[in-house]
């Protein structure tokens, strides 16, 4: 799987509207963000720790080494951030590998981006070794790229993912749609420009200039994103 593909292959005809959509993977394509809570206290009550509910909102949606930097200094587990990243990494496959559910909606937003010839990206927080074992099971021919989170030097919540998706579709910031599900990648794309569709997993997110929030992504169509961007421009 690339992070990169030519932009002459990837303009929409009409370029003066919507050029690209971008989605993230966890808690808005698949319903895995319970998976990786799931991981998190399985990982640290094998390390003799209990994880308090309340931090759950604290460590979702962000980069792994923020999360697991935090449950480190929460906890005072006697682990290194890189073992724990393996460990989180490794227990994450195990669940995936069982099934990857995906969120209501997804499967028929994926097909008809792709029906129309949508440039569509993945931009995740996960990492490679993640996003590739899902991306399988999605359907690899379905996304123009993919971004994942150690490829890049600054991840969510700083622009930089989306920025990188926009070069790779070859397309304007602007012109693109994200359908995020937390305020950490509501944050990236905002600041990359790009204007936002909010679906809330697990915390609620507040509506704001160039965002619009829905509930489920069953509320979300090409014509809905199409609007999304004459709305604004």
């Not at 690339?2 to 509207?17: F, K, N």
């Amino acid at each position: 799987m690339t992070s990169t593909v030519p932009a002459s292959l990837t303009r929409t005809a009409d370029g003066a509207a919507l050029q690209a959509v971008f989605l993230d993977m966890d808690g808005t394509l698949v319903d895995t963000e319970g998976f990786w809570w799931d991981a998190e206290v399985e990982v640290f009550a094998e390390l003799g720790h209990r994880l308090d509910e309340s931090w759950r909102d604290v460590v979702v949606g962000g980069p792994m080494t923020r999360s697991a930097g935090f449950l480190i200094e929460a906890t005072g587990a006697d682990i290194t951030l890189t073992e724990l990243t393996v460990l989180l990494n490794d227990r994450f496959e195990r669940r995936i590998d069982r099934g990857v559910p995906m969120m209501p909606g997804a499967e028929r937003l994926l097909a008809e981006l792709a029906a129309h010839d949508v440039p569509t990206a993945l931009v995740s927080a996960s990492h490679r070794r993640i996003i590739d074992r899902v991306v399988r099971s999605l359907g690899p021919e379905r996304f123009t790229l993919t971004v994942a989170g150690d490829e890049v030097q600054r991840t969510k919540p700083h622009p930089d993912p989306y920025l990188l998706a926009a070069r790779g579709v070859g397309a304007e910031p602007a012109r693109c749609a994200v359908v995020e599900d937390t305020a950490t990648g509501v944050a990236a794309a905002e600041a990359a420009g790009c204007r936002v569709v909010a679906v809330p997993s697990v915390a609620p997110i507040a509506p704001a200039d160039g965002r619009v929030v829905v509930r489920s992504l069953e509320e979300v169509d090409l014509r809905f994103l199409r609007t999304l961007i004459t709305r604004t421009n």
